[in-house]
């Protein structure tokens, strides 16, 4: 298995180097889904900012740094819900008000347009430790166990928030059809 | 496919990024980042810069999903013999005893659910390369008073079937299990019991029942007569899905509540009888241990099609389960990609 354990707890200034090129990739582009890419490369530096301060405390026992590196970018999101929350309402009102598409638009892409703007709205609808965790596990495919690390919270916990999010996302009218193709009536 | 399927669309223009955008990002970023950690105690290095929220970037391009092919399921009988076991069972209905609670007791409701998860695709892609079913389990303990608190025990069990299409990729499905906790059952983890008055669980928490949900509430005013059930059932909130289909898992929904007393049971088979497309799809259909027949709509090759599983001698409902219409990964055409088993129950108590 991948493994941080040589390098987290006592980093080097090289180090941090060599931990910036091998997790910054994943971290940047979720950053960047949740805000913008400006935001996402001030965000991605001081995630990294602080992992370096922090890393007397970065626990031996553990063996990877991505989930504590999610942990830490993923409070450091938080000063950015507002914006994040203005963005998903944004999309979702957007798309609402496109109920008069251009003419030329295919069908196929307004229920595209339609079944994301319902996944915004239940974006901004979940309480955030339900959005944070489905959004680690779809959009940076963490484990379960990765998800636990970095929210600080046990497993059990994680699959139900994850049972929570994937509740409200069913319940996204013609999300699922629009995107795998299935039968319209 | 999944309900997350529609999440992981959104915003993917991000994760598609142009490789010379994103490098242009990181080296900036690293740079940033260098730079204070070198000079902490330089103020201006720390202001992080918080800009205006941009305007969200066009929604990315439809998922592509690959259908294959496969020759549709043909019916062995006639749109009739669906409605013959239909009626049978609306009749077998009537005249089974309903379990009837005593004070103190509850309806246990088990909901026996197995799920294929697919495995190996790179990411922001459909090309799995491996899959493994997923049990998993939801117990609903309904006291007699149905205002006073439900509790609900939901865990995984031990992933069962791997599908792979090389013995890398099996290994690969099976780390991804151990990774997902799908190879070890998880009941009495932290968490998997929930208590909620009146059976509001999570759903009520996120915003509610979307508008013309059936809730248990609504049992008493559901419509007895068969047609008129037929056309409110067909109004349940699940736009983009064939009005049978729609029908057909709106009437499994609340047969799987365990709530639906037996007249009402008798009526929703009957309304389901007046479906047109519905067809016997297999007369002896296995699902956790009980056979029954399934019933389905007829599906276009390469859909997913649902299916009932009703005990027409009984009139029990069995359960539901999805065919998978087209070939994912390694897993064919025609393979149960989920299923759910309810069995119902009176116990003394709950957890």
């Known amino acids: ?185 | 496919m999944d309900e997350l399927t529609a999440l992981r669309e959104y915003r993917r223009e991000i994760a598609e990024l142009p490789e010379l955008a994103i490098t242009g990002h990181l080296e900036r970023a690293k740079a940033r980042f260098t730079t204070r950690r070198e000079n902490p105690h330089d103020a201006r290095t720390k202001q992080a810069r918080i800009p205006a929220l941009r305007v969200l970037a066009p929604i990315a391009a439809a998922a592509v999903v690959a259908v294959i092919a496969v020759s549709v399921l043909v019916p062995r009988h006639s749109d009739s013999a669906a409605a013959a076991v239909l009626h049978r069972a609306a009749d077998a209905t009537v005249a089974a005893a309903p379990p009837a609670l005593a004070p103190g007791q509850y309806l246990r409701v088990i909901a026996t659910e197995s799920s294929l998860a697919y495995v190996g695709a790179p990411s922001g892609t459909d090309d799995y390369t491996g899959a493994y079913v997923s049990p998993s389990v939801t117990a609903t303990w309904i006291p007699k008073d149905q205002k006073s608190t439900w509790v609900r025990e939901q865990y995984v069990e031990r992933a069962t079937t791997f599908y792979d299409e090389t013995a890398a990729a099996a290994a690969s499905a099976a780390e991804q299990a151990a990774a997902d906790y799908a190879s070890e059952p998880h009941q009495g983890d932290p968490d998997s019991i929930t208590r909620a008055k009146g059976g509001k669980f999570s759903n009520g928490e996120l915003g509610g029942d979307p508008d013309g949900e059936i809730t248990p509430a609504d049992l008493p005013s559901l419509p007895r007569d068969p047609q008129k059930l037929l056309d409110r059932l067909a109004q349940v909130p699940d736009a983009g899905v064939a009005r049978s289909e729609r029908v057909l898992t709106a009437a499994s929904d609340l047969l799987a509540t365990g709530l639906v007393p037996a007249e009402l049971q008798s009526a929703i088979y009957d309304a389901l009888a007046l479906l047109p497309d519905l067809v016997v799809t297999r007369h002896q259909a296995a699902l956790d241990g009980r056979t029954g027949t399934a019933l389905g709509v007829k599906s276009k090759p390469g859909v997913d099609r649902t299916e009932i599983i009703v005990d027409d001698t009984t009139g029990s409902y069995i359960g539901r389960r999805t065919i998978q219409g087209a070939a994912v990964g390694p897993v064919p055409a025609g393979t149960v990609s989920s299923s759910t088993a309810v069995s119902i129950a009176v116990t003394s108590d709950a957890p």
């Open chain 1, 1 to 185: 298995m991948d493994t941080d354990r040589t390098t987290a707890p006592k980093h080097a200034a090289d180090d941090f180097g060599e931990l910036f090129d091998r997790h910054s990739r994943p971290l940047y582009i979720y950053l960047a889904r949740r805000t913008d890419e400006t935001v996402a490369e001030d965000l991605l530096s001081e995630t990294f900012l602080i992992a370096f301060e922090r890393r007397a405390l970065f626990d031996r026992d553990r063996t990877q740094a991505l989930p504590w590196l999610f942990g830490i970018a993923t409070n450091l999101l938080r000063r950015h819900r507002r914006q994040e929350l203005r963005g998903y309402r944004a999309m979702s009102r957007s798309i609402e008000a496109s109920h008069v598409d251009p003419p030329n638009a295919s069908d196929d892409r307004l229920d595209m347009r339609r079944a994301l703007g319902g996944v915004a709205r239940a974006l901004a609808q979940m309480p955030t430790a339900v959005r944070e965790t489905v959004l680690l596990f779809a959009w940076a495919e963490l484990s379960y166990e990765q998800i636990a690390t970095a929210t600080a919270v046990p497993v059990g916990t994680v699959r139900s928030r994850l049972n929570r999010a994937r509740t409200a996302l069913r319940a996204v009218p013609g999300a699922l059809e629009t995107l795998t193709g299935a039968d319209h009536g």
